[in-house]
Each structure stands twice: as structure tokens, then as C-alpha cells.
């Protein structure tokens, strides 16, 4: 593609215009380091605009381990034998809580695999005891499918945001990342019932995935099209010991970070993470993803002695450090790339 084409392609996707899937995948399959180092420059444009030199933090606190799902890709999948497994309390996911606050977090969000333990009443439960503990503070859910009910009964609760990824927009190619138990189709609908509910929504997928192809992730551009989240969630994929897929290749940094710039420009306000999964296959994967338009960092608020067993990849990105210890060196790395951090609740805001 000409400069000027490219030029003129990011012109309008700033300005608001909706990209078709042959567009996408163009855009997708952009190979020249001139290319891609100009649409990132473009996105990091756009981020700035929008969010100044800020990246908002989320205390993620991994509350289980356990999970009733068998997905092919992931390390805590509920067949994978050698897989750690903990889950944690009502009383340790406060005690978190209290750290975050205490360090001037604004956002908790407890993600954890489907464990039936932590039922629907109970994770309702524990969203009430945030919210009255902490009322001003945003709780983000990331539990997986439930029922609509579920969903209903979590937002009454007062949990404001969700995140669930799609992982992938074709049926063909979710069911080659998932047990057949396991529909695409659902996970759509609940993703779908999430934004009715009123949940800031969070969705995205795994970029360089078993059997992924471009052709996929131009499907995954349009579907987010027609969701139209408030968060988008893009990292590599990264094989896990234990699981059929572990002998596949982790997906690339590369185009994980040209996905992240794409994102922001078709998404100008969204709220887009530098993933864990990024930073776990690339020592500066999270500084990269942010000169990339990325604007969101969620430090590991949960207990030291789990962190190592959320194993839902090899070599996970994660320190033993407390949690001001982690604050402090993210407050270093993003000084050196001109940035801050904006320990505000950071809402989604399309105004
Ligand atoms: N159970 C919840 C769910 O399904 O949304 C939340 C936990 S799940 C482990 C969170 C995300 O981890 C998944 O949506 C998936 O994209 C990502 N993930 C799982 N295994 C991965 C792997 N091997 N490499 C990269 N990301 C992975």
C-alpha cells in the first residue's frame, strides 16, 4: 500500500468512517516497519488526544483457579492435571480490596475461571460487601458466561463493568479453540445482554492463536464493529504446559501491537489494556502497547502466594513484589516513556 493511501485510509478511519472487512484486512496484513511504526504513530496521536499522557490502573485480584471449562488454549482448563489450584475468599478479596485502596486504586476487578464454588449468589455477595465497603469505587467482573439472570442480579449488586473476550468472531474456528461443549454463539449473546445491562463491556481476543488466520481477525475488527464495547482486551496467545495446544507457537508481539493501534483508531475512546500477555513475551510489551495507543495497566493486586498458580499461560508475567512495589516501578517505566499514572476511576467517556 502507498504512503498516501495509508495516509488517507487512517484519515478516515480518524474521522469516524467505518472500515469493511477487505479494508481490515489490508490493514491487518501491513508488513513494512515504515507502515506499521505510522500507524502506530497515528494511534498514539489519537490516544493522546483523548487521554493526555494518562494510563489508568485496575487492581486485578485473580479470585479462583478452578474452572469448569475446557478450553483448549488455557492453562487452568478444568483437564489440565497439573494445573495449581486455589480460590479465594470473600474476606482475602477485601483484604485485597483494602490494599488497592489503600494505595489509591479507583477500579478492582475480579477475574477468575467458572468456578462453581463461586456461585452467582456468592460473587453477588461479594460485589455487595465492595460496594458497601467502598461505594465510589468501580468493581469489574470477569467470571465467564453466565445466565442472564446472573448478570442481572451482579449489576443490582453494583458491579459496573465486565469483561468477557469473544476470542474469536468465527463459529469455524471458536469451535477448533473449544471443547464442543462450548458455543460461540452464547458467548455473543451474553456479551450482548452485558452492554443491555447497562455493563461498560469489555470483549477482544487472543491475537496469533492456534489455526488463527488474518481473514479471522478482520471478522473479530467487524464484530467489535456491532458491539461496539467500551473495552477491548487484545494480547498474544501464549502456549500453556498441560494443554493440546502447548505445542503451538506463542502469537507475535508485532502484530498484537499493530491489532492495539488499529483498535485505537477505529475506537478513539475505548478503553484498551496493555495486557499482562504482552508484557510476559516482551520485556518492554507493555511500554510498546502503550507508544501503541493503549491507555489501561491492571497490576496484580492478589495475594503473592497465588499469583503463580493463575497459570493460564507459561512464564506469566509476575512478580512476588508487593503491591506499592509494583506501582512504583510501573510509576518508573511510564516516567521513561512520558506518561503517568491516572489513578482516577477512568469510566468509559465518549464525550
Ligand atoms: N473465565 C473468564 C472468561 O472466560 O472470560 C476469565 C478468565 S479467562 C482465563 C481470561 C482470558 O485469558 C481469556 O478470555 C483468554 O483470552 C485469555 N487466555 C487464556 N489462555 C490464554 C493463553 N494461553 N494465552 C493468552 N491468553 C489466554
Same mark, same amino acid.
Given at each position: 500500500? =502507498?504512503?498516501? %493511501?495509508?495516509?488517507?485510509?487512517?484519515? $478516515?478511519?480518524?474521522?469516524? *468512517?467505518?472500515? #469493511? @472487512?477487505?479494508?481490515?484486512?489490508?490493514?491487518?496484513?501491513?508488513?513494512?516497519?515504515?507502515?506499521?511504526?505510522?500507524?502506530?504513530?497515528?494511534?498514539?496521536?489519537?490516544?493522546?488526544?483523548?487521554?493526555?499522557?494518562?494510563?489508568?490502573?485496575?487492581?486485578?485480584?485473580?479470585?479462583?483457579?478452578?474452572?469448569?471449562?475446557?478450553?483448549?488454549?488455557?492453562?487452568?482448563?478444568?483437564?489440565?492435571?497439573?494445573?495449581?489450584?486455589?480460590?479465594?475468599?470473600?474476606?482475602?478479596?477485601?483484604?485485597?480490596?483494602?490494599?488497592?485502596?489503600?494505595?489509591?486504586?479507583?477500579?478492582?476487578?475480579?477475574?477468575?475461571?467458572?468456578?462453581?464454588?463461586?456461585?452467582?449468589?456468592?460473587?453477588?455477595?461479594?460485589?455487595?460487601?465492595?460496594?458497601?465497603?467502598?461505594?465510589?469505587?468501580?468493581?469489574?467482573? =470477569?467470571?465467564? %458466561?453466565?445466565?442472564?439472570?446472573?448478570? $442481572?442480579?451482579?449489576?443490582? *449488586?453494583?458491579? #459496573? @463493568?465486565?469483561?468477557?473476550?469473544?476470542?474469536?468472531?468465527?463459529?469455524?474456528?471458536?469451535?477448533?479453540?473449544?471443547?464442543?461443549?462450548?458455543?460461540?454463539?452464547?458467548?455473543?449473546?451474553?456479551?450482548?445482554?452485558?452492554?443491555?445491562?447497562?455493563?461498560?463491556?469489555?470483549?477482544?481476543?487472543?491475537?496469533?492463536?492456534?489455526?488463527?488466520?488474518?481473514?479471522?481477525?478482520?471478522?473479530?475488527?467487524?464484530?467489535?464493529?456491532?458491539?461496539?464495547?467500551?473495552?477491548?482486551?487484545?494480547?498474544?496467545?501464549?502456549?500453556?504446559?498441560?494443554?493440546?495446544?502447548?505445542?503451538?507457537?506463542?502469537?507475535?508481539?508485532?502484530?498484537?501491537?499493530?491489532?492495539?493501534?488499529?483498535?485505537?483508531?477505529?475506537?478513539?475512546?475505548?478503553?484498551?489494556?496493555?495486557?499482562?500477555?504482552?508484557?510476559?513475551?516482551?520485556?518492554?510489551?507493555?511500554?510498546?502497547?502503550?507508544?501503541?495507543?493503549?491507555?489501561?495497566?491492571?497490576?496484580?493486586?492478589?495475594?503473592?502466594?497465588?499469583?503463580?498458580?493463575?497459570?493460564?499461560?507459561?512464564?506469566?508475567?509476575?512478580?512476588?513484589?508487593?503491591?506499592?512495589?509494583?506501582?512504583?516501578?510501573?510509576?518508573?517505566?511510564?516516567?521513561?516513556?512520558?506518561?503517568?499514572?491516572?489513578?482516577?476511576?477512568?469510566?468509559?467517556?465518549?464525550?
Amino acid at each position: 500500500m =502507498s504512503q498516501k %493511501e495509508l495516509g488517507n485510509i487512517v484519515d $478516515r478511519l480518524v474521522a469516524g *468512517a467505518a472500515m #469493511d @472487512r477487505n479494508g481490515w484486512l489490508r490493514l491487518l496484513s501491513l508488513q513494512g516497519e515504515e507502515e506499521r511504526q505510522y500507524v502506530q504513530q497515528r494511534a498514539m496521536e489519537v490516544a493522546q488526544q483523548n487521554f493526555g499522557n494518562g494510563v489508568f490502573v485496575r487492581g486485578l485480584i485473580e479470585i479462583s483457579s478452578y474452572c469448569r471449562n475446557n478450553c483448549n488454549y488455557c492453562g487452568i482448563r478444568c483437564g489440565n492435571r497439573s494445573a495449581l489450584r486455589y480460590r479465594l475468599t470473600k474476606e482475602q478479596i477485601l483484604e485485597c480490596c483494602r490494599a488497592g485502596a489503600g494505595l489509591g486504586f479507583n477500579t478492582f476487578v475480579l477475574q477468575g475461571g467458572e468456578d462453581v464454588v463461586q456461585s452467582d449468589d456468592w460473587v453477588t455477595d461479594v460485589v455487595c460487601a465492595i460496594k458497601r465497603e467502598f461505594p465510589d469505587k468501580a468493581v469489574t467482573l =470477569s467470571v465467564g %458466561e453466565r445466565s442472564a439472570a446472573a448478570y $442481572r442480579a451482579f449489576r443490582a *449488586a453494583g458491579a #459496573d @463493568r465486565y469483561l468477557l473476550r469473544h476470542e474469536t468472531r468465527s463459529d469455524e474456528h471458536y469451535s477448533l479453540l473449544h471443547p464442543r461443549t462450548m458455543s460461540a454463539v452464547n458467548r455473543r449473546n451474553c456479551l450482548f445482554t452485558l452492554k443491555e445491562l447497562g455493563f461498560q463491556t469489555g470483549s477482544g481476543m487472543m491475537i496469533g492463536s492456534p489455526h488463527q488466520t488474518l481473514e479471522h481477525l478482520a471478522d473479530d475488527m467487524m464484530f467489535l464493529d456491532e458491539l461496539c464495547p467500551q473495552m477491548i482486551g487484545v494480547g498474544p496467545f501464549i502456549p500453556a504446559s498441560g494443554t493440546p495446544f502447548e505445542d503451538f507457537s506463542a502469537g507475535s508481539v508485532d502484530l498484537t501491537i499493530l491489532v492495539v493501534s488499529l483498535l485505537r483508531l477505529r475506537f478513539p475512546h475505548a478503553l484498551l489494556p496493555a495486557t499482562t500477555a504482552l508484557a510476559s513475551l516482551h520485556s518492554r510489551g507493555r511500554e510498546l502497547a502503550i507508544l501503541a495507543g493503549a491507555n489501561v495497566v491492571m497490576p496484580n493486586l492478589s495475594p503473592s502466594d497465588v499469583r503463580n498458580k493463575y497459570s493460564i499461560y507459561n512464564n506469566k508475567k509476575s512478580t512476588g513484589d508487593e503491591s506499592a512495589q509494583q506501582i512504583e516501578s510501573l510509576r518508573q517505566s511510564l516516567d521513561a516513556i512520558g506518561y503517568r499514572i491516572n489513578f482516577s476511576r477512568g469510566d468509559y467517556d465518549d464525550k
